[in-house]
T-cell receptor
């Protein structure tokens, strides 16, 4: 079936450290891929997305590249800040007839950044 | 502009009670989704509306769950005879819809349901 797997958390980093959160997926066809972020006490927000292979999504210093050959969409940031502390969700959206556009999420990865 | 809003934000119910959760999508958004998020997990799809039509309800866990969007705007998720396993955060999301090429979903803050 269709699914998303993220690395287990929590991930604890010092400020200015390099961040990688791994995400792999299983899907029929070629999905769109997303990273959503949930800051403490807030709702889910779209962080970035990519709609086809080799696309790179980027926002707020975060980047992720759609890798079809490895079915991955790893999230990276060169220098994290305390304000990046949140829960990060990787998700996919299937296309084509019979697909309503629902998102399939991974289990989430908690990032804690210490000053 | 206003985002997706949900009410109530918190709901405590005794087991066996019926509850109704409301979602106000972004104005003009055709597509509306409901998700259930258990503690420490990612959201899981419940149901999907395109305007007032419920096109997919494959994620509803039992016939105690019912959703409607009668005028193609506000939606209500109803849970009858609540059980403890229904305790979760219920998220609503809306998007422009498939014909507008709008696949980005915008989420509300969620309703946290606790069934005692």
């Amino acid at each position: 079936g269709n699914s998303v797997t993220q690395m287990e958390g929590p991930v604890t980093l010092s400020e200015e450290a390099f961040l990688t959160i791994n995400c792999t997926y299983t899907a029929t066809g070629y999905p769109s891929l997303f990273w959503y972020v949930q800051y403490p006490g807030e709702g889910l927000q779209l962080l970035l997305k990519a709609t086809k292979a080799d696309d790179k999504g980027s926002n707020k210093g975060f980047e992720a590249t759609y890798r079809k050959e490895t079915t991955s969409f790893h999230l990276e940031k060169g220098s994290v800040q305390v304000s990046d502390s949140a829960v990060y969700f990787c998700a996919l959206r299937l296309h084509g007839s019979g697909n309503t556009g629902k998102l399939i999420f991974g289990q989430g990865t908690t990032l804690q950044v210490k000053p | 502009g206003a985002g997706v809003s949900q009410s109530p934000r918190y709901k405590v119910a005794k087991r066996g009670q019926d509850v109704a959760l409301r979602c106000d999508p972004i104005s003009g958004h055709v597509s509306l989704f409901w998700y259930q998020q258990a503690l420490g997990q990612g959201p899981e799809f419940l149901t999907y509306f395109q305007n007032e039509a419920q096109l997919d309800k494959s994620g509803l866990p039992s016939d105690r769950f019912f959703a409607e969007r009668p005028e193609g705007s506000v939606s209500t998720l109803k849970i009858q005879r609540t059980q403890q396993e229904d305790s979760a955060v219920y998220l609503c999301a809306s998007s422009l819809g498939p014909l507008a090429g709008g696949e980005t979903q915008y989420f509300g803050p969620g309703t946290r349901l606790l069934v005692l």
